[in-house]
């Protein structure tokens, strides 16, 4: 887990090499343990090590190949690399030392660009091949890792982290209006391709860009896609057999490490699964759950709960609302950009404590909701596929019903009504969103731009079609995004089994049923967690995420700073929001008018990142 910097060019760069290292420095949370720099003609590459497979310094980097035609710089994790080192030491190919960094060279030294099919993991890297004079990077298949990049007349620059491009393109420092509009008007987060900064921009997940600096051209290709629907296990017990096999060697892979490794647990479904394999493989866990400063307690007893059973450590960590304002700005800074989810912050202050306990490793349930099924939206439309007729299961009062139940005890009834009435009647929420969205705080003629619909796909269902836009583009883009910034902050590695690209894969090809039956959420996972030993969190209907007190925050005396600066002062955001309509928002806030409170908090947060990161 580390930061990189690359640049190559038709001619000499535009910064000299103090200035490449200066911007690297950028990226020194990402990477504390060490640093390294390549600079060769037409190419600078840079690296910040945080070590966590292979201490010693033959895992350093810019790392070169035995025969020196290639030069990498990466970031992430290869956890099946052990399996890799051996076919390639069966093929003949010699590997220096114990990293995964070693094993990935190696790889692409002898399989080029099919080595990315073979590699289970979490990556972005850029890889310079001497002989052939191009710039390879790429990034792993769900986007975990980031990777921003730059185009223009003197070249193509790459990097973890904007702030490291900024550096040294510092004219790129200007708002981007159109992905903020997205952002603010539809919760889309890169999903066109383009940071909040104008002349920035995004490398896809599942894609690789190939750069030659001869006629400066670039060459993006995706190279991995969702599988289509499959027939799937025809019978529930192969199902469940076939997704612990793929889950428990998830975690197992996962666990590889040279340093401590632990796990965020809340007591729900995801991280408990997570414990439950774990503690298979492991023993002397650490756990870390969020308590909140406001006197509620969270999922700590829940966490407490899972954690007695496989006798695992359980840190609890407060996240206080005394210095809420000053760690969003931290926040701004790291996220290079505003968030959507006030979760970000009791996720800081429990990856701060993992480090200062010396945990850089965590492993967290991020990818299952999108994966299994564990949204509101998920359930409604199994539920109006069941009474449509379209579903293969046959109809009947009682079915429905039972599914109606057990979406009410899940999500509440007021959420399964909501969103019952989303789906069926699109336009009520475009009148919602007129009056306490973010387009009832726009000024007259300001329009934002339309939320690109994704494909369809043959064979899929509903269910399934909602799942792989949620996974690929609607909801996790976002969260990962935010997950690596938050734990890269601390120079923590966070680590995803529900990412696994071959239980995805699975999980993508199986039936609904596996996922969402009868109105019961995540199917197959609360079969897992019955037979691991967990059956009263597998029956848990309270899906509680990351709850996070926001709107007694923002009735502090430092969301009232805030509120000033949103409605009275000469913030950026007046050019598209009305002062008075902001305030008639924040006003609704207080009476408790439903979902003011999460536009509101768009807002604050794009303020204070406008305020952290571009007004220097």
Known sequence: ????????????????????????HQLRHRGPDDQGVHLGPGVMLGHRR???????????QPMASADGRLTIVYNGEIYNFLELREQLEQLGRPIAGGSDTSVLLASLAEWGIKAFERLNGMWAFACWDESRRQ????????????????????????????????????????????????????????????????????????????YDPRNNSLIIERYWDYPEPASGPADATEAVEQFSELFQDAVRLRLRSDVNVGLTLSGGLDSTAVLGAASREARGLRCFTSVYGDGSSGELDWATRAA????????????????????????????DGPG??????????????????????LLEGQGADE?????????VLEFLDYVSGRS??????????????????????????????????????????????????????????????????????????????????????????????????????SRLPFMDYRLVEWLFRAPTQYKISRGETKWVLRRYLDAAGFPEIAARKDKKGYPTPVAQWLATGQGKDIERTLVGGHSPLHEWCDPERIKELIEGQRRGLTGSEHHLYKLLSTQVWIDRCLAQ
Request: proline share 8%; with cysteine.
């Open 135 to 210: 710039l390879l990077v790429c990034r792993d298949r769900f986007g975990v890792k980031p990777l921003y990049y730059r185009h223009g007349p003197d070249g193509f620059a790459v990097a973890s982290e904007p702030k490291a491009l900024l550096e040294l393109y510092p004219q790129h420092r200007t708002l981007n209006s159109q992905t903020l509009l997205r952002f603010l008007g539809h919760n889309e987060l890169y999903t066109a391709g383009d940071s909040f900064y104008a002349g920035i921009r995004v490398l896809p997940p599942a894609h690789y860009a190939v």
């Open 392 to 493: 293969l299961q046959r109809r009947s009062l009682g079915g429905a019903v039972l599914r109606l139940l057990r979406m009410s005890r899940t999500f509440t009834a007021k959420w399964t009504l909501l969103w019952l009435g989303r789906e069926i009647a699109p336009h009520l929420l475009e009148g919602h969103r007129e009056r306490v969205g973010f387009q009832s705080i726009l000024r007259p003629g300001i329009v934002i731009p339309t939320a690109a619909p994704g494909p369809s796909r043959h064979g899929e269902d509903a269910v399934t079609r909602r799942l792989r836009l949620d996974h690929s583009k609607n909801v996790l883009p976002g969260l990962l995004h935010y997950g690596d910034a938050i734990s890269m902050a601390h120079s923590i590695e």
């Open 371 to 379: 994966a299994l099924g564990g949204y509101p939206p998920h359930a």
């Open 50 to 60: 945080l070590s966590i497979i292979d201490l010693t310094s033959a895992g350093h």
């Open 308 to 335: 007695k059973r496989v006798s695992a450590d359980i840190t609890p960590v407060l996240a206080p609302s005394t210095s809420w304002i000053e760690i969003l700005s931290e926040i701004a800074w790291h996220m």
């Open 340 to 361: 959507y989810s006030p979760a970000v912050y009791p996720l800081w202050c429990l990856m701060q404590r993992a480090r200062a306990e010396n945990v850089p490793v």
């Open 1 to 24: 887990m580390c930061g990189i910097l690359g640049w190559s060019g038709p001619g000499l760069a535009p910064f000299n090499a103090e200035q490449f290292t200066r911007a690297l």
